[in-house]
């Protein structure tokens, strides 16, 4: 039997959260919200850092979406430690959860996370981030990740138009998010036919040479990948994105600067290798990918700096899985779009669509709401 749930505002709650999600009362701090009782949470969520302005938005989306509609939850961070996130979910349980909404810090080791969830009776909704080689995950509800790649990898190319043996150097995520090879993946599907035809010239990444001219499917290829990643990897770390990149530069002769492609995979390392091109002599000019529409990206957008970020709207995210939670609670399937395969089972899934920001309309994030215009250096509307 489920917990008794309010849930007749939730369209309602959905909208004005859509309007002003960039704002969130404590956030950043572990809460509970809701009207219901403290003995009666219904609603996990467990969240990756409180140190990135993304997982904060997310945190802001969920906390205005629960508890306009009358839903008891809790968020809490893992920062950065597959062992805090298994004790985080631990806690949430002995609080008596319906439902876990859990964003993987490691996509294969919160498996036992979200098998101690199953065990007690727990309903698993991966949040962006699918958890994999587990039978414990009943949803999944993601942005369309290799779309972003896709995107991104397309950008570079429709950016170097005509031109030829451009250097490009290729960057990806954390090698333990699923995401990262999602994301890679869709950007080579693209860029791999633009290296075979001599517009572009692989600069730092040689463990690619065997697939130029090939796709690589996530799951088929997924030790390829993994490979692949390994010498690439910013850990989704700014720091290391940073020491990277500038190893890549010492690394490579004035033949494989000048005007440079970059496929950064996210806002944080995106500014992190900007900046490490910028103070290259060598390097004459870039065009460089991002993800996240963070404020501050927009501001390097704004400056010339960044070129692009994807723009995937966390209130959108969290409104859908909004209302998987509340299908589940009314002891409904919630309706699904899609399977992704976790490496153990296909999960149902939904996908919501992502936008590319430029200069020319970096005003849609800030008509949204999303972002302060404010807030964003050399933003001028």
């Known amino acids: 039997m489920k917990k008794k749930i309010v849930s007749t505002l939730l369209s309602a709650a959905v909208a004005a959260s859509m309007a002003g999600c960039a704002i969130a009362p404590g956030a950043g701090e572990s809460e509970a919200a809701g009207s219901g009782s403290s003995d009666e949470l219904q609603v996990g969520i467990v969240l990756p850092t409180r140190d990135e302005p993304r997982w904060i938005q997310d945190e802001a989306s ?9 839903f008891t939850s809790e968020v809490l961070f893992s920062q950065g430690s597959s062992a805090t996130e298994l004790t985080n979910v631990e806690s949430l349980i002995e609080k008596g959860i319906d439902v876990l909404v859990i964003c993987a810090q ?90 075979e035809s001599g517009q572009f010239t692989v600069a730092n990444c040689d463990a690619i ?86 404020t501050a ?11 692009m970020t994807i723009w995937k709207n966390t209130a959108e995210l969290a409104s859908t899985t909004c209302d998987m939670v509340n299908a589940i609670l009314s002891d409904n399937a919630p309706a699904t ?24 309309n970096i005003n849609a994030p800030v008509d949204a709401g999303y972002v302060n215009a404010s807030d964003i250096e050399g933003y001028t509307g």
Not at 297 to 307: A, D, E, H, R, V
Not at 339 to 352: A, F, K, L, R
Request: glycine share 8%; with cysteine.
């Open 209 to 294: 040479a065997p697939y130029i001219g090939q796709t690589l499917d996530v799951t088929a290829d997924h030790e390829a990948l993994a490979n692949i990643l390994g010498t690439i990897t910013t850990n989704w770390d700014f720091n290391t994105a940073k020491s990277l990149a500038e190893a890549n530069l010492v690394t490579n002769g004035a033949d494989l600067k000048g005007d440079c492609a970059i496929l950064a995979p996210n806002d944080g390392t995106a500014r992190a290798i900007a900046d490490a091109f910028t103070a290259d002599a060598d390097v004459s000019s870039f065009v460089i990918t991002g993800q996240d529409c963070e």
């Open 297 to 307: 990206s927009l501001g390097y957008i704004c400056s010339g700096l960044q070129s």
């Open 62 to 70: 969920f906390t205005s979406i629960l508890d306009n509609a009358g």
């Open 337 to 360: 779009t899609t399977t992704y395969d976790n490496g153990s089972i296909s999960v149902p899934s939904n996908e919501t669509a992502v936008t590319v920001i430029t200069l020319d």
């Open 106 to 195: 490691d996509a294969t080791a919160a498996a036992q996370a979200v098998e101690v969830a199953h065990n007690a009776g727990v309903e698993v909704i991966c949040y962006d981030r699918l958890i994999t080689d587990t039978d414990a995950v009943d949803y999944y509800v993601t942005f369309n990740s290799y779309d972003v790649g896709v995107q991104q990898g397309q950008y570079l190319i429709d950016a170097y138009a005509g031109q030829t043996d451009v250097p490009l150097y290729l960057y990806s995520g954390a090698t333990t998010d699923n995401n990262a090879f999602i994301f890679f993946a869709g950007a080579w599907s693209v860029l791999s036919s633009a290296v």
